[in-house]
Structure formats: structure tokens, C-alpha cells
């Protein structure tokens, strides 16, 4: 079996699984936002039912429009809390001890290896970077796992992606993922667990590696997942690890030499639409976004900051930089990398979703381009129908916004000698 | 359920499953029919509801942004019971089931395409929107072309050019939610 196939099997009391098969899973976290969550509590109130399935394996997360942002999200809001005091849901995250549900849950140890995690919300396949089983699900389905602590999954197929070759500097997860989805397209894993593994992905840093899963659902990918490791291990030590068994059978293998790989970018409206950034030098740029939790994290605020440290912003660009988490946000304060922020001329702003899903805080206006480094470029995004979202790393986000344009880092000046490579930094967290 | 259904889907042991139905069978309904209305391929949720309009769970205010994005007049001009015909991965993008919503409250009364994302697949079954899998429709099918639906046979009509296609087949796990009236839509305490 592979890796899915186990965890899902230990979930639903089978010595074994099969792709296709239906199941009805026990589910160990579920989650819901501002967003997803209102709905789902609508479901679950109709109901009548009187208690939740188990108040310290759901986790309610204000994160898209909060800061409330106007008198209907913060009636939402609201709702939320209200149903987290009612029905004495522990993990309720408030405006200012929270971020961003997929950057913030794996921080507080509250999702590991070998679980199955469902959440309302499409990124919830970040966590399979832990060597979980997790997918992201609609509100009704919520309010269901909220109720029995059970969900009916169809045992996915598997894609094994390998990667091989050393990194070149400026390059990470979010290269490695837009380059695969540019490959295999936007519906190229629809239904299907995509395993990412080989020797790129053994020294890839585990933020790395979240970004890398965050992104799953970018192919239509049930869910994302990478067997638990030394790089696991040092992040989380709880859970059970699982890993695929060498006669597992996968529906087809993809194997990519990234070694020569550059950083990527994808071009409106589809993050399949992926070239190097080199090529794209012409793309004159309105504003910046580095965020969101696809790359919200400390390592890309540092790869950030090292690009931005003594620069200023192109005169003509906004820079919006959001930390993903409240923890992330004091470690980037302790660490001084607001302060380059701050005086490179870029707006930091408080945790939050908010522009990434054109929700605030960041909206484009008709015409307006956008490097941000999100995960979704469709037509609208992030605002106006008809402004322009690349998606690219922290890096090429940061580089762009000093340049005016879409840039490689190196064009900005590369680090001085002695000082470390990226990646080199990133395993070292 | 009876004893029987819940021992076919393999869920006989679970103490605290239970599904009730919201009363809306999307099978044993007359068939139905309406004005094919076209879009291509990756439709996504951002097109669909943009997220400008999440910060609401009304279905009225919903349906009238239905499709916004995608085509601005589409909320306007759709009539009760037009059918939306589309391409490959339909419904991609976000989990909102905001989506599947605005379409079913706009009033369209099925969508077929040549297939679906998977959340939207889930979120559609579970909010009693009809939903139908057929390549040969997708790619036939032209706008305005007037199409009848028989959702108990899977049979899809094509009035103006006289051509019928048989959508793919529900598995049978889903069958039975979908004969439960929509998935889960509510689960009682015991």
C-alpha cells in the first residue's frame, strides 16, 4: 500500500484499502474558518444536535476577513464564537492569538504524522507535509465530521512525483510545485494523492515542504503527502509514521530533474500557466504580496528580508508583507526583519488571509498587477476581474517589488560572500 | 436507513452515523429542462462566487452574483431551470460551498461537464444540486441549445440537434446518499 492508502486503511479499521474504494473514515482534527464555518454551523444547529463529536479535535479559525473587515464578516465572526463558547470547542482561535489556519495548526502540534485531518477549507492538504492524511472538504461535510467525528472518503489513487538534483539558490517547494503543476496541469491529480519524495525532497526544509502540499489542490489533488523524516521528526516528535511499502501501486510516477531548475512563476489566470522568471522581465508590477499560507512562513519572510535589507521599493509598487502566524510575526519583529520591511517602504500588516482570496487589505484594482506568493491566480483573484496575479517564491515576490518588475533575485545583488545559501539557512531552522 | 443500506456502504459498525434527508431526492424527480448555458474548462470557485461575497451564507444575495466573473450578465439572464454545460475539472479552486450554493439558488437545475473538482463534487452532492458527468454532452452541447435531463436514468437530451448521452453513472456508495435526499445534510444526536 502507499502511504495514503495506510493511513486511510488505520482510520477506518481495515487491515487494508483499495483506490476506489468508499469508506467512512474516523477523522482526528477538523477544522472550519470565518469563511467555511458559518455555514457549517447553520447545518449542524438544524440538526438539533446537541454536542460535538469531541471539543479538543475541532479547531474554529478566524482568518480570511479578519481583522473583521466589515459589518457582515464580523457577523460571522461572531458566529463563530458563539458556536466555539456554546458547544465548548477548545481550539477557537481569536483575532490576535491566531493567523492563518494551515501555517498556524501545525505550529501549535495540534496536526501530525499518521493523522486524518479534515478541514473546511481546500489548502487543508498542507498537513500531508507531515506525512498526514488531510484534505479539504465543503462546510456541510464540516458540520457532519463536527457532529460524528467520521467522514466518507473515496480512497484516492496515488501520483508519485520524484525529484532529483540539488537546488539551485533562490529556488524551493514553491518552485518545485508550480514547476509540476505547469507540467501536469490544473486538473493533472484531480482525485488523486500525489506523493512527492526522492533525494530533492530528503534535504527539502520542512516549510519548504508545507508550501509544497499547501498546493496539492492546485492539480486537483486530493491530497498532498511526503513520508515523515529526520527533517519530520526535528519539527514534530509525535504521531505514527508512515511510509509506502515498495510494491505500492501507483496510477503513474513523474520524475523531474530539478537540479537546473529556475524560480518559477505562474502567469494569469491558471497557476498551471508556470514560466521562469527570468523570461518575464517585462511584466511591469503595481504590487508585491508576500503571504499567505502557502508562503507566510519565517523562512520566507527571511529570504525576503534579505533581499530587501538597505533597498527601497520601486517608487511605483506597493509591498504588502504578512506574516502567517501571531508567533511568526514576533520571531520576524525579535529578528528585525519588519524593520527592513518597514524601511524598504513595505506595509506589514496583522495575520490574515486577506488579499491572497481578494478578501481585503491588499485588492487590486482593474488593470493592476500582482506578484504575490499565493497559490491561486485565477481571473479575480485578488480583486478586480480584471487586474493580473503571478504567483512566484518569496524571493522572486521580493526582488520584483525593489525592481519594479518581475525579477530574478540575482539581479538584485546576491549575498555577500561567506554569507550562507538559502537553502542552507532554511535547514538550519 | 435500514439495517440493509447501512451494511451495503460499510458503515454498519459506526455507533453515531446517521443520515436524514433534506427532502430533496435528486432521483424519482420529473426531468428536467432548460436553456444550455456554456463555459470551458477549470471553471474555478473565484469565478463561480467571487470572494467578495463570502462574507454571507444568504442564498438569495448568492445567486444573484452567480458566475459574476466568469460572465457578468449570467445572474441576469439565466432562467429557472437552465442547465450549465462545461468542460474538464469544473468547480476547481476553493472549498466554498458558497459556490454550488449561488448556482442552485441563481436557478439552474443541473450542471453536467466532462468532469468535476472534487470538493465541488462533495458540496454539490451535499446541498442537493444536481450534478452530471458526461463528456460526449459536454462537447455537443452549444449554448442556448434547449436540454431535457432525466436525472433516474442519467439520460441527457439535446432538443435542438436531437442527440441524447448517457452521463456517467453515480458509484453506488453515492447513489445511495443521493436517494437519502443529499448528502448528510443532517445527522441527528442519537
Same mark, same amino acid.
Given at each position: 500500500?502507499?502511504?495514503?492508502?495506510?493511513?486511510?486503511?488505520?482510520?477506518?479499521?481495515?487491515?487494508?484499502?483499495?483506490?476506489?474504494?468508499?469508506?467512512?473514515?474516523?477523522?482526528?482534527?477538523?477544522?472550519?474558518?470565518?469563511?467555511?464555518?458559518?455555514?457549517?454551523?447553520?447545518?449542524?444547529?438544524?440538526?438539533?444536535?446537541?454536542?460535538?463529536?469531541?471539543?479538543?479535535?475541532?479547531?474554529?479559525?478566524?482568518?480570511?476577513?479578519?481583522?473583521?473587515?466589515?459589518?457582515?464578516?464580523?457577523?460571522? *465572526?461572531?458566529?463563530?464564537?458563539?458556536?466555539?463558547?456554546?458547544?465548548?470547542?477548545?481550539?477557537?482561535?481569536?483575532?490576535?492569538?491566531?493567523?492563518?489556519?494551515?501555517?498556524?495548526?501545525?505550529?501549535?502540534?495540534?496536526?501530525?504524522?499518521?493523522?486524518?485531518?479534515?478541514?473546511?477549507?481546500?489548502?487543508?492538504?498542507?498537513?500531508?507535509?507531515?506525512?498526514?492524511?488531510?484534505?479539504?472538504?465543503?462546510?456541510?461535510?464540516?458540520?457532519?465530521?463536527?457532529?460524528?467525528?467520521?467522514?466518507?472518503?473515496?480512497?484516492?489513487?496515488?501520483?508519485?512525483?520524484?525529484?532529483?538534483?540539488?537546488?539551485?539558490?533562490?529556488?524551493?517547494?514553491?518552485?518545485?510545485?508550480?514547476?509540476?503543476?505547469?507540467?501536469?496541469?490544473?486538473?493533472?491529480?484531480?482525485?488523486?494523492?500525489?506523493?512527492?519524495?526522492?533525494?530533492?525532497?530528503?534535504?527539502?526544509? $520542512?516549510?519548504?515542504?508545507?508550501?509544497? *502540499?499547501? $498546493?496539492?489542490?492546485?492539480?486537483?489533488?486530493?491530497?498532498?503527502?511526503?513520508?515523515?523524516?529526520?527533517?519530520?521528526?526535528?519539527?514534530?516528535?509525535?504521531?505514527?509514521?508512515?511510509?509506502?511499502?515498495?510494491?505500492?501501486?501507483?496510477?503513474?510516477?513523474?520524475?523531474?530533474?530539478?537540479?537546473?531548475?529556475?524560480?518559477?512563476?505562474?502567469?494569469?489566470?491558471?497557476?498551471?500557466?508556470?514560466?521562469?522568471?527570468?523570461?518575464?522581465?517585462?511584466?511591469?508590477?503595481?504590487?508585491?504580496?508576500?503571504?499567505? *499560507?502557502?508562503?507566510?512562513?519565517?523562512?520566507?519572510?527571511?529570504?525576503?528580508?534579505?533581499?530587501?535589507?538597505?533597498?527601497?521599493?520601486?517608487?511605483?509598487?506597493?509591498?504588502?508583507?504578512?506574516?502567517?502566524?501571531?508567533?511568526?510575526?514576533?520571531?520576524?519583529?525579535?529578528?528585525?526583519?519588519?524593520?527592513?520591511?518597514?524601511?524598504?517602504?513595505?506595509?506589514?500588516?496583522?495575520?490574515?488571509?486577506?488579499? *491572497?482570496?481578494?478578501?481585503?487589505?491588499?485588492?487590486?484594482?482593474?488593470?493592476?498587477?500582482?506578484?504575490?506568493?499565493?497559490?491561486?491566480?485565477?481571473?479575480?483573484?485578488?480583486?478586480?476581474?480584471?487586474?493580473?496575479?503571478?504567483?512566484?517564491?518569496?524571493?522572486?515576490?521580493?526582488?520584483?517589488?525593489?525592481?519594479?518588475?518581475?525579477?530574478?533575485?540575482?539581479?538584485?545583488?546576491?549575498?555577500?560572500?561567506?554569507?550562507?545559501?538559502?537553502?542552507?539557512?532554511?535547514?538550519?531552522? | 436507513?435500514?439495517?440493509?443500506?447501512?451494511?451495503?456502504?460499510?458503515?454498519?459498525?459506526?455507533?453515531?452515523?446517521?443520515?436524514?434527508?433534506?427532502?430533496?431526492?435528486?432521483?424519482?424527480?420529473?426531468?428536467?429542462?432548460?436553456?444550455?448555458?456554456?463555459?470551458?474548462?477549470?471553471?474555478?470557485?473565484?469565478?463561480?462566487?467571487?470572494?467578495?461575497?463570502?462574507?454571507?451564507?444568504?442564498?438569495?444575495?448568492?445567486?444573484?452574483?452567480?458566475?459574476?466573473?466568469?460572465?457578468?450578465?449570467?445572474?441576469?439572464?439565466?432562467?429557472?431551470?437552465?442547465?450549465?454545460?462545461?468542460?474538464?475539472?469544473?468547480?476547481?479552486?476553493?472549498?466554498?460551498?458558497?459556490?454550488?450554493?449561488?448556482?442552485?439558488?441563481?436557478?439552474?437545475?443541473?450542471?453536467?461537464?466532462?468532469?468535476?473538482?472534487?470538493?465541488?463534487?462533495?458540496?454539490?452532492?451535499?446541498?442537493?444540486?444536481?450534478?452530471?458527468?458526461?463528456?460526449?454532452?459536454?462537447?455537443?452541447?452549444?449554448?442556448?441549445?434547449?436540454?431535457?435531463?432525466?436525472?433516474?436514468?442519467?439520460?441527457?437530451?439535446?432538443?435542438?440537434?436531437?442527440?441524447?448521452?448517457?452521463?456517467?453513472?453515480?458509484?453506488?456508495?453515492?447513489?445511495?446518499?443521493?436517494?437519502?435526499?443529499?448528502?448528510?445534510?443532517?445527522?441527528?444526536?442519537?
Amino acid at each position: 500500500m502507499t502511504i495514503t492508502e495506510k493511513i486511510l486503511a488505520a482510520h477506518c479499521g481495515k487491515s487494508a484499502v483499495t483506490p476506489g474504494e468508499f469508506i467512512n473514515a474516523r477523522v482526528d482534527f477538523a477544522l472550519g474558518n470565518d469563511v467555511t464555518a458559518p455555514f457549517a454551523i447553520d447545518e449542524f444547529k438544524k440538526a438539533s444536535i446537541k454536542r460535538v463529536f469531541n471539543r479538543a479535535k475541532i479547531a474554529l479559525v478566524p482568518d480570511h476577513f479578519t481583522p473583521n473587515k466589515d459589518v457582515a464578516s464580523a457577523q460571522q *465572526c461572531r458566529k463563530m464564537a458563539e458556536f466555539a463558547k456554546a458547544y465548548n470547542i477548545k481550539y477557537y482561535f481569536e483575532q490576535g492569538r491566531a493567523g492563518i489556519e494551515h501555517v498556524l495548526l501545525p505550529e501549535a502540534g495540534l496536526v501530525k504524522p499518521g493523522d486524518l485531518i479534515i478541514g473546511a477549507d481546500s489548502h487543508t492538504c498542507t498537513y500531508g507535509a507531515l506525512g498526514a492524511f488531510s484534505a479539504g472538504v465543503g462546510s456541510t461535510d464540516l458540520a457532519a465530521v463536527m457532529a460524528t467525528g467520521k467522514c466518507w472518503l473515496k480512497v484516492p489513487e496515488s501520483i508519485k512525483f520524484i525529484y532529483k538534483g540539488r537546488l539551485k539558490k533562490w529556488v524551493g517547494g514553491k518552485d518545485i510545485i508550480l514547476y509540476t503543476i505547469g507540467k501536469i496541469g490544473v486538473d493533472g491529480a484531480v482525485y488523486k494523492a500525489m506523493e512527492f519524495r526522492g533525494p530533492t525532497i530528503k534535504n527539502l526544509p $520542512m516549510d519548504d515542504r508545507f508550501t509544497m *502540499c499547501n $498546493m496539492a489542490i492546485e492539480a486537483g489533488g486530493k491530497n498532498g503527502i511526503i513520508a515523515p523524516d529526520g527533517i519530520t521528526d526535528a519539527y514534530i516528535k509525535k504521531g505514527k509514521c508512515y511510509s509506502s511499502d515498495k510494491s505500492a501501486v501507483y496510477f503513474k510516477t513523474c520524475e523531474y530533474d530539478v537540479s537546473k531548475l529556475e524560480p518559477q512563476v505562474a502567469c494569469p489566470h491558471l497557476p498551471s500557466n508556470v514560466k521562469p522568471a527570468s523570461r518575464l522581465r517585462k511584466i511591469n508590477i503595481d504590487q508585491s504580496f508576500i503571504g499567505s *499560507c502557502t508562503n507566510g512562513r519565517l523562512s520566507d519572510l527571511r529570504i525576503a528580508a534579505k533581499i530587501l535589507k538597505g533597498k527601497k521599493v520601486n517608487s511605483r509598487v506597493r509591498l504588502i508583507v504578512i506574516p502567517a502566524t501571531q508567533k511568526i510575526y514576533l520571531a520576524a519583529l525579535k529578528e528585525g526583519l519588519l524593520e527592513i520591511f518597514v524601511k524598504a517602504g513595505g506595509a506589514i500588516e496583522t495575520p490574515t488571509c486577506g488579499p *491572497c482570496l481578494g478578501g481585503h487589505a491588499g485588492i487590486l484594482a482593474e488593470g493592476e498587477v500582482c506578484v504575490a506568493t499565493t497559490n491561486r491566480n485565477f481571473r479575480g483573484r485578488m480583486g478586480h476581474p480584471k487586474s493580473f496575479v503571478y504567483l512566484s517564491n518569496a524571493a522572486v515576490a521580493a526582488a520584483s517589488a525593489v525592481k519594479g518588475r518581475i525579477a530574478h533575485p540575482e539581479e538584485v545583488g546576491t549575498p555577500q560572500k561567506g554569507t550562507p545559501r538559502p537553502n542552507k539557512i532554511l535547514q538550519r531552522l | 436507513m435500514s439495517r440493509r443500506t447501512r451494511q451495503n456502504i460499510g458503515i454498519n459498525k459506526e455507533k453515531n452515523w446517521k443520515i436524514y434527508t433534506r427532502g430533496v431526492s435528486l432521483f424519482g424527480a420529473s426531468p428536467l429542462k432548460g436553456k444550455a448555458h456554456k463555459f470551458g474548462n477549470n471553471v474555478n470557485t473565484d469565478e463561480i462566487i467571487p470572494a467578495r461575497y463570502l462574507n454571507t451564507t444568504d442564498p438569495k444575495i448568492l445567486g444573484k452574483h452567480c458566475m459574476e466573473d466568469a460572465d457578468s450578465s449570467f445572474a441576469s439572464k439565466v432562467k429557472k431551470g437552465d442547465i450549465i454545460v462545461a468542460g474538464k475539472n469544473f468547480g476547481c479552486g476553493s472549498s466554498r460551498e458558497h459556490a454550488p450554493v449561488a448556482i442552485k439558488a441563481c436557478g439552474v437545475s443541473c450542471v453536467v461537464a466532462e468532469n468535476f473538482a472534487r470538493i465541488f463534487y462533495r458540496n454539490a452532492i451535499n446541498i442537493g444540486l444536481p450534478i452530471l458527468e458526461s463528456e460526449a454532452a459536454s462537447k455537443s452541447i452549444r449554448a442556448s441549445d434547449l436540454v431535457k435531463i432525466d436525472l433516474n436514468s442519467g439520460l441527457i437530451r439535446n432538443l435542438n440537434k436531437n442527440q441524447q448521452y448517457k452521463a456517467q453513472a453515480f458509484p453506488k456508495f453515492m447513489q445511495k446518499i443521493i436517494a437519502a435526499g443529499g448528502l448528510m445534510k443532517c445527522i441527528k444526536s442519537q
